[in-house]
């Protein structure tokens, strides 16, 4: 066991009994560097990470390989889910030196931190143009032997190159009807009509984006925004990157049409996806998003909920094959055989036309990723649905993936949004009880005794780095999301209490937010971006949750912390709209007002289920009754029931609406 041994990463404990002496990040691996005047190795990946586990498999795995490393590095090993501050930092490095980026992430540094040479996956032999890894240490360790002036150089001036890159703020001002049109209309030169979905392959599932141009059809009442959102969705639900049988979508397609995915899993996808159906249910009534919804709700509970009660962050895209082999895909394709196995001739028959399953296949050895081809003409929805049984029932006896169980707290906080809504939108009060059981998980043991957000926990057991910017957006976004659905203001309190944190710790001058906080270790430079990933970045998710927050208290410093943050969207919007999706999402509901609909009256009821249903971008909702109602949320002071009636109150922008008792009259104020 190397020094890997005992840490809460599973992607670190992976490499744990690699011949590789491994250190995990800190300060005591950089002064071994400088004590033995050699270079840092550092290795990002995570577990999930198909090449990642590739390349431990061809060289961390392998005793020479290990041994000249051992010589001649010190090898750190990093989690990009545990610090992603660390994996953004030299990935932008990467990024900036080489055009492209990606896990595993390999990076040679000098003992001050200092990054000099980069890539990705190095193969054990030369492939492709690519060195081998072997001959990538060699050439390291020669220029820091012989050049060490001239690695000294490269160094300093990457280092430079990344301080000195300042980011365009935009400006004062909002994001207004204008940058949001020409955000549109970028979205929608980009749109693929034929298949769905933005660009070509591989193609990413683009939730932030869906969920603007959602907000945007209730605000505006664009046909074209609800119709791209509509048809992405459909392609997505029907391609192989949607679990067909356990429901749940993987990570990305390869190819532009949806059909063949890398198949890992990760807890982020489905929750934002959950809650972007659930979304286009609210707004179309679609049974297909609404199943969709359902689905892959019930998958996270099943498949990735932790006896803690949080959520884990993946599902690996490696099982074992039939023959033992440890390869990508093995738990979810089929062969025409291996359905003629399970459900005989004639189901099989059937089962292969409804899937797509051919036999010269459309993924690897003849093997087939099912999907739902737009051929298959009518079903019998009964056969179908017994068939899935069937399937499921035997993929259930194959070797499952693994998975990562630590509790990442930015996805958790997307997870108890997507649960609490579904469960709310679908009458599942398990989904809504799934979700507060997560909240109260993080509040245990990532908020504990420090009152400041730890990023990760594993089987109850906090883990020793600090969370960032988008562990405060997200799971103050979930427990607003948790405080709309139940009526507890204690959510509402949890969250005020993150955003504060926020306020102190992650701003800074003009509205710019940090992804670090001003106390957080210091890098070679301070992390800050505002475009999304495969989640929301942290910059909009805190000035989604800061505009919400304002606008259930009518705090003036939350308000203005948002404005300020939006700037950033004013200036990157029109430009790149899909990399600012949820900043976009969230400047429909600052153009919106955002609502704030105050129901006073029981949760759950019919007035409270409407305002939930309410399609305006962003509106926030109270519920409650009784005198004690207003201690719980601000909005609910001074808003009696009328007539002893049930009653809603709306307002925006300081303007309130007459109170109503009737729901349809509540449904048409807000857009249901």
């Known amino acids: 066991m190397n020094r890997l041994a005992g840490v809460t990463s599973p992607y670190l404990l992976q490499h744990a009994d690699n011949p590789v002496d491994w250190w995990p990040w800190g300060s005591e691996a950089f002064e071994e560097a400088k004590r033995r005047d050699v270079p840092v190795l550092l290795s990002v990946g995570y577990a999930a990470c198909h090449w990642c586990h590739v390349m431990a498999h061809e060289s961390f795995e392998d005793d020479e390989t290990a041994a000249y490393l051992n010589a001649h590095f010190v090898p750190v090993k990093v989690d990009r889910e545990e610090r992603p501050d660390v994996d953004a930092v030299y990935m932008e490095a990467v990024q900036a030196a080489t055009g492209h980026g990606g896990w595993p992430m390999t990076v040679f540094l000098t003992p001050e931190a200092e990054p000099f040479y980069f890539g990705t996956y190095f193969p054990p032999e030369p492939r492709h143009g690519s060195p081998s890894f072997q001959q990538v240490l060699e050439g390291v360790t020669t220029a820091w032997t012989d050049r060490r002036e001239e690695v000294a150089e490269v160094a300093g001036r990457i280092v430079a190159d990344l301080a000195g890159r300042s980011l365009v703020h935009g400006g004062d001002g909002v994001p207004g009807e204008s940058e949001v049109a020409q955000a549109l209309l970028g979205l929608t030169r980009e749109y693929d009509e034929q298949h769905g979905g933005f660009g070509g392959a591989p193609k990413f599932p683009p939730a932030m984006a869906v969920e603007f141009l959602l907000r945007h059809h209730a605000r505006t009442g664009a046909e074209g925004a609800l119709q791209m959102a509509a048809d992405t969705c459909t392609a997505m639900a029907r391609g192989g990157i949607y679990d067909q049988l356990g429901?749940?979508?993987?990570?990305?397609?390869?190819?532009?049409?949806?059909?063949?995915?890398?198949?890992?899993?990760?807890?982020?996808?489905?929750?934002?996806?959950?809650?972007?159906?659930?979304?286009?249910?609210?707004?179309?009534?679609?049974?297909?998003?609404?199943?969709?919804?359902?689905?892959?709700?019930d998958f996270m509970v099943r498949e990735l909920r932790t006896a803690e009660g949080g959520f884990a962050s993946a599902l690996d895209a490696d099982s074992e094959d039939a023959e033992g082999r440890h390869v990508e895909g093995a738990y979810y394709v089929w062969t025409p055989e291996q359905l003629r196995d399970v459900l005989g001739e004639d189901d099989a028959a059937f089962a292969a036309a409804c899937f797509g399953v051919t036999e010269e296949g459309t993924f690897e050895e003849g093997a087939s990723v099912l999907r739902l081809p737009g051929d298959a003409g009518p079903v019998d929805a009964a056969r179908v649905a017994g068939v899935r049984a069937r399937l499921l029932a035997a993929r259930d006896e194959r070797p499952h993936p693994g998975r990562d169980d630590k509790v990442v707290a930015a996805w958790n906080g997307l997870a108890i949004a997507a649960l609490a809504e579904t469960g709310a939108y679908f009458d599942r009060p398990d989904l809504v009880e799934r979700a507060t059981e997560a909240a109260d998980l993080l509040v245990r043991v990532h908020l504990g005794e420090v009152a400041r957000l730890t990023r990760t926990s594993k089987d109850g057991r906090a883990g020793d780095n600090a969370g960032v910017l988008e562990d405060y957006g997200d799971v103050a976004e979930g427990f607003l999301a948790l405080a709309a659905v139940t009526g507890e203001g204690a959510w509402l309190e949890f969250a005020?209490?993150?955003?504060?944190?926020?306020?102190?710790?992650?701003?800074?001058?003009?509205?710019?937010?940090?992804?670090?906080?001003?106390?957080?270790?210091?890098?070679?430079?301070?992390?800050?971006?505002?475009?999304?990933?495969?989640?929301?970045?942290?910059?909009?998710?805190?000035?989604?949750?800061?505009?919400?927050?304002?606008?259930?208290?009518?705090?003036?410093?939350?308000?203005?912390?948002?404005?300020?943050?939006?700037?950033?969207?004013?200036?990157?919007?029109?430009?790149?709209?899909?990399?600012?999706?949820?900043?976009?999402?969230?400047?429909?509901?600052?153009?919106?007002?955002?609502?704030?609909?105050?129901?006073?009256?029981?949760?759950?009821?019919?007035?409270?289920?409407?305002?939930?249903?309410?399609?305006?971008?962003?509106?926030?909702?109270?519920?409650?009754?009784?005198?004690?109602?207003?201690?719980?949320?601000?909005?609910?002071?001074?808003?009696?029931?009328?007539?002893?009636?049930?009653?809603?109150?709306?307002?925006?922008?300081?303007?309130?609406?007459?109170?109503?008792?009737?729901?349809?009259?509540l449904a048409d104020k807000l857009g249901g």
């Not at 807890?267 to 679609?286: E, F, I, K, P, Q």
């Not at 912390?561 to 990157?572: F, I, N």
């Not at 925006?652 to 008792?661: N, S, Y």
Request: net charge negative; glycine share 12%; proline share 7%.
């Open 247 to 297: 429901g749940g979508f993987a990570r990305y397609s390869v190819d532009r049409e949806w059909i063949v995915p890398h198949f890992e899993k990760m807890l982020y996808d489905n929750a934002l996806l959950c809650r972007v159906y659930a979304h286009l249910w609210r707004a179309t009534g679609s049974d297909e998003a609404r199943r969709i919804a359902l689905e892959t709700a």
């Open 496 to 665: 005020g209490f993150l955003l504060d944190i926020v306020l102190e710790q992650f701003t800074g001058e003009g509205g710019q937010l940090f992804d670090t906080a001003h106390d957080a270790e210091q890098l070679i430079r301070r992390p800050q971006d505002p475009t999304d990933s495969a989640t929301p970045s942290g910059w909009t998710a805190a000035a989604g949750a800061l505009l919400s927050y304002a606008a259930y208290t009518g705090s003036e410093p939350h308000r203005t912390a948002a404005e300020g943050a939006l700037g950033v969207v004013k200036a990157l919007g029109p430009r790149v709209p899909r990399f600012v999706g949820w900043g976009l999402a969230v400047a429909e509901a600052l153009l919106d007002g955002p609502r704030e609909v105050a129901v006073a009256g029981p949760v759950g009821g019919e007035l409270h289920r409407t305002a939930l249903l309410g399609r305006a971008p962003g509106a926030v909702v109270a519920a409650g009754e009784g005198p004690g109602a207003g201690a719980e949320f601000p909005l609910l002071v001074d808003r009696p029931p009328v007539g002893g009636e049930p009653t809603a109150y709306v307002c925006r922008h300081f303007v309130c609406d007459a109170p109503t008792t009737d729901a349809g009259e």
